[in-house]
């Protein structure tokens, strides 16, 4: 005899029988810009978690919210969420342990980084943070492998939307996570364009396994991964 959990069954509702699903792999986060956004208006105070854990992300000040997207022509028309100049954020103070992540984002101002732009952070835990005036994801304060579209490299490939993968040596836990901006400082610091997906594992996947999650996300993106 057999049962269903609740996690199976979400499966099943969003994914064809025999196809993968990154909930097979029992991620500790996943946000998608197609499921659990809530508006106020035309922005998204909060964008609810997919992994079944709760995960939920915030944001309660108007002024504050980022807005929602329904279609982005280059992202195979997908919806996300985008951010802006005005420290747009999402954050949770939910404790989140992330070792592996996977994030399907774009910015607009390349080829350089303008600032210290943050997609994801946790209060010291700088997942994916640009150095300012490069094309490179910033190492000074965590030491990780950063791939883009599936290949090793730190340069994050301004301004094209890609799909961003990083592996830390070690697993990060964090009571405070935020989307969108850096939660050490208030202002300056800000991702300025569409985040649709970020998918976290807390533990390191296998090889065969990462690469499962990157051609789930550059099929449904019509992005080219390796």
Request: glycine residues 8%; contains cysteine; neutral net charge.
């Amino acid at each position: 005899r057999w049962s269903l959990q609740r996690r199976d069954l979400r499966a099943l509702r969003y994914f064809p029988q025999g196809s993968f699903s990154p909930l097979s792999l029992s991620p500790s986060l996943w946000l998608r810009g197609d499921l659990g956004i809530t508006l106020n208006g035309s922005n998204v105070s909060a964008w609810a978690d997919q992994s079944g854990n709760g995960n939920n992300f915030e944001q309660a000040v108007p002024l504050l919210q980022p807005l929602f997207v329904s279609s982005d022509s280059r992202l195979n028309s997908k919806p996300g969420v985008k951010f802006d100049t005005i420290d747009t954020s999402l954050i949770t103070a939910e404790t989140i342990d992330i070792q592996t992540l996977f994030a399907v984002a774009a910015y607009p101002a390349g080829p350089n980084f303008s600032d210290f732009s943050t997609l994801i952070a946790g209060s010291a835990d700088y997942f994916l943070r640009g150095e300012a005036a490069t094309a490179n994801w910033r190492t000074a304060e965590m030491a990780a492998d950063r791939y883009r579209d599936g290949t090793l490299t730190n340069n994050a490939g301004l301004p094209d939307p890609h799909v961003y993968e990083v592996v830390a040596p070690t697993l990060h836990t964090a009571s405070t996570w935020m989307i969108g901006d850096d939660p050490a400082v208030a202002v300056g610091r800000q991702w300025t364009d569409i985040i649709c997906e970020v998918i976290a594992f807390g533990k390191a996947l296998s090889s065969a396994q990462r690469s499962q999650v990157r051609q789930y996300l550059g099929t449904k993106y019509r992005i080219t991964v390796t």
